[in-house]
């Protein structure tokens, strides 16, 4: 399975962009990169995902290199809201392609201050 | 819609006993999954489903049984609660191999 490797912690003022680095060099071709987030020890919450090309929506915006072997999350205006754990994950196909998997690892806990 | 919702929210179990964590969705997904979370850690896949009457193991499916009934159902059942067993399960759904989307959770513990 490719594997994503994460700082293990970061913070961040309020107002200002948080941006959280992935790093993903074993990625295969048609695998994608999802970014989930847990507040406390709610269930996980999708953000955004992507495949080669930059993904924006309303909650963030996703740079992924031109290798794809790493990525960059990016909160533009973080809140207080936005303080958890954020997983940076690489979606596997199993079962010959008929399904796919999400290995989380540890995140990175991203902690918004005033 | 309420999405992927999960009971109860938290249970003590014995060890031994036995115990059936509920989950269902009303977005007409046809996967869902059950993953389980230990403290500190990520999450990790115990059982999926690619529609009705079709189940599968994930990484970590011993001690647990599954099945898939309706499209909206996907139960998880644990037969002899054992103390590794405690943990935090989260069910998901998404339609086919599309964008996941969780469950609040169950906090197990078994004493």
């Known amino acids: 399975d490719a594997k994503t490797t994460q700082p293990t912690s970061m913070d961040c003022a309020e107002g200002r962009a948080a941006n959280l680095p992935c790093n993903h060099s074993?990625?295969?071709?048609?695998?994608?990169v999802y970014w989930y987030r847990q507040i406390h020890s709610q269930g996980p919450q999708y953000i955004i995902h992507g495949l080669k090309n930059n993904e924006t929506n309303e909650m963030a915006s996703l740079i992924i290199t031109e290798d794809r072997k790493s990525s960059t999350l990016i909160l533009p205006h973080a809140t207080l809201r936005d303080t958890a754990v954020y997983y940076c994950?690489?979606?596997?196909?199993?079962?010959?392609?008929?399904?796919?998997?999400?290995?989380f690892g540890t995140g990175t806990r991203l902690q918004v201050t005033l | 819609n309420a999405g992927v919702t999960q009971t109860p929210k938290f249970r003590i179990l014995k060890i031994g006993q036995s115990m059936t964590l509920q989950c269902t969705q009303d977005?007409?997904?046809?996967?869902m999954y059950w993953y389980r979370q230990d403290p500190g850690m990520g999450l990790k896949l115990i059982y999926y489903s690619v529609g009705a009457g079709i189940t599968d193991k994930g990484e970590v499916p011993n001690g647990y049984n599954v099945s898939r009934s309706t499209t909206e159902d996907f139960p998880l059942r644990l037969e002899l609660a054992a103390p590794s067993q405690t943990s935090v399960y989260f069910c998901?759904?998404?339609?086919?191999?599309?964008?996941?989307?969780f469950g609040p959770g169950t906090r197990l513990l078994v004493l």
């Open positions: 074993t990625i295969s071709g048609n695998e994608y």
């Open positions: 977005m007409n997904h046809n996967y």
């Open positions: 998901a759904s998404s339609y086919s191999m599309e964008t996941q989307y």
């Open positions: 994950i690489v979606r596997v196909a199993i079962n010959t392609g008929t399904a796919s998997k999400l290995t």
